[in-house]
């Protein structure tokens, strides 16, 4: 048989039906779905009288809207925020759909949910309406963003149409030096790359750094696949990923689990299969990095300085001079120059258990900088109560955080959480767009440890130096 | 969805890379729960102040082009978020049709179900009409997609490339949900088959 690649097989797995031309109808086996890219859709199937074919599969969860204040059980959502929120909810009953409303502790981001839940499993396809489903391909599973139309057409049909992209490999040999994070790697493969150098791919990770890393830290690197333009990014099953899905809710058990185990273990990529594209990166090279300007491949390690608009060839001249004047950055200047007033840390790239862990370690004991606003949004309600368990909610307390509930909030500041014109952010979430985080707010991309350092000295800084202090 | 076939209009040129859908539709608009009334904030941050009046100097607010069909632009738009929002943005204000060099996979797709023709051309077709659009409303671009060409106001045709699936549905307003539920039976036996070979799933 021919060697194949793990998207391959878990591609030859899911096809219903492939048309001479090549395009072929998929099978999805989880549907992630969340209020601001699904009423339209459940609109839709009323409008033609459809059903959802396979509610057991379907997993709805509001996480977009909804405030992250301790008051948000007595309101605090704007009409229109309510309107969608609602929606969901009566969407979820009248076609009986699975459901995590907000007043659930399971509630939370939808990809931080899924996996906690046990509803990713390894050799799935996963879709939901949101680009950063390519974080449940840390499971060895398929998993992407669709639009809204996508969105109803996996509800009546549980499949989608789809063409096959094609492979790329990254490869991250070695090990990570200390300081260096999951988050780290993936920005630093994005700036390799450049935002659409994963278009029409998709990315295994590999390699022995990747192999190191916790499923925490696998699911920030497949998440920002996406800023690469790659629809969704994977990395093999191990041990590791077994471990995580033993005894979650929703994971087989028994004679079901030792089944899916036989058949997790047979995906991995063959020995000479075909990759299109190849890119190999030694992880002692990666540092730890930041963006300067307003998309996710301005990156730079922490070490570096604003470049000029001059260092570019191409459109990218003039789309860096506008990165600049926006972000109110002069070439030349020091990267750790960089003075920041609000710090955000959250996300479904980096709002799970590990990242408040790497958070706190560096919070401990320390106070953030006078006239910083700083705020802890924990990936889901389950995720928060093992943080204030572990203890890591005093400390971000303590230190001068505010301690939010969880959902998606300042990633992309659909809810009450905004930065103000020319508010500078420290953010772990995953992009820097021009008026992201809010209008003529400027967002600044890294790591959950690197955001807690800007927290405590009120600029962009090496937490290499800052490790190298505590000792 | 509205069927395309041929489209003769105003293209507004917006030579800038990384469009991406926050500047489409940004996310305060995205709290709708219908699919209409989207035009009104397309390119809200970069259209108009925040007191509400309009930038002057951005191209879709410029008398040449505040009927523009077409848009050409700089490598990978549509990067960033699966918003559907940011096509039905685009239709409701009335484009039809972007041409530029490349484009990020979902929001690609998500064109196609809208009735939005992209077009990728090579970076020299891009720049040539580019610089078509640049000279105003007199300066009409024609989208043919049965023939497969754009053809710029000097007469100067350019072949594209299409899936020929996504332009036959488009070419026919097709919907693909109905086209997909007439493949129920293969869709049941998929199901039977894949229960017995993985029935944790």
Known sequence: ?????????????????????????LYIDRH????????????????????????????????????????????????ESRIQVDALDTNAKDFGIHYYPVSDVRQGIVHIVGPEQGWTLPGMTVVCGDSHTATHGAFGSLAHGIG?????????????????????????????????????????VIG?????????????????????????????????????????????????????????????????????????KTLFTDEGAHFDKVITIKGEDIAPVVTWGTSPEDVLPITGTVPAASDFTGGKVDAVQRSLDYMGLTPGMKLTDIKIDTVFIGSCTNGRIEDLRAAAAVLKGKKINDGMRAMVVPGSGLVRAQ????????????????????????????????????????????????????????????????????????????????????? | MEKFTKLTGVAAPMPLVNIDTDMIIPKQFLKTIKRSGLGANLFDEMRFNLDGTEIADFVLNKPAYRRAEIIVAGENFGCGSSREHAPWALLDFGIRAVIATSFADIFYNNCFKNGILPIVMPEDVVNALMEDAQRG????????????????????????????????????????IGLTMEKAASIDSYEAKASTLRPWV
């Not at chain 1, 929703?250 to 030792?258: D, F, L, T, V």
């Open chain 1, 192 to 264: 390799e790359t450049g935002t659409a150098g994963g278009t029409g791919y998709v990315i295994e990770y590999c390699g022995q750094a990747i192999r190191e890393l916790s499923m925490e830290g696998r699911m920030t690197v497949c998440n920002m696949a996406i800023e690469g333009g790659a629809r969704a990014g994977l990395i093999a099953p191990d041990e590791k990923t077994f471990a995580y899905c033993m005894g979650r809710p929703h994971a087989p058990k028994g004679a079901a689990w030792e089944a899916a185990l036989t058949y997790w």
């Open chain 1, 1 to 25: 048989m021919k060697a194949r690649t793990l998207y391959d097989k878990i591609w030859d797995d899911h096809v219903v039906q492939q048309a001479d031309d090549g395009t072929c109808l």
């Open chain 1, 387 to 471: 943080a204030e368990e572990e203890g890591l909610a005093q400390i971000f307390l303590d230190a001068g955080f505010e301690w939010r509930l969880a959902g998606c909030s300042m990633c992309l500041a659909m809810n009450p959480d905004q930065l103000q014109p020319g508010e500078r952010c420290a953010a772990t979430s995953n992009r820097n767009f021009e008026g992201r985080q809010g209008r003529g707010g400027r967002t600044h991309l890294l790591s959950p440890a690197m955001a807690a350092a800007a927290a405590i000295t009120g600029h962009l800084t090496d937490i290499r130096e800052m490790m190298a202090e505590a000792v």
């Open chain 1, 32 to 79: 992630l779905v969340h209020e601001v890219t699904s009423p339209q859709a459940f609109e839709g199937l009323r409008m033609t009288g459809r059903k959802v074919r396979a509610p057991e599969k379907t997993i709805a969860v509001p996480d977009h809207n909804v405030p992250t204040t301790l008051d948000r059980a007595n309101g605090g959502m704007n009409e």
């Open chain 2, 137 to 176: 409303a007199n300066a009409r671009i024609t989208v043919d997609l049965e023939e497969q060409t754009v053809t710029a106001s000097d007469g100067q045709t350019y072949p594209f490339e299409v899936d020929a699936f996504k332009r036959h549905c488009m070419m026919n307003g097709l919907d693909d």
């Open chain 1, 148 to 188: 809204t139309s996508e969105v109803e057409h996996v509800l009546a049909t549980q499949t989608l149409i789809q063409r096959k992209g094609k492979n790329m490999k990254v490869e991250i040999t070695g090990s990570l030096l200390p300081g260096v994070t999951a988050k780290d790697i993936t920005m630093t």
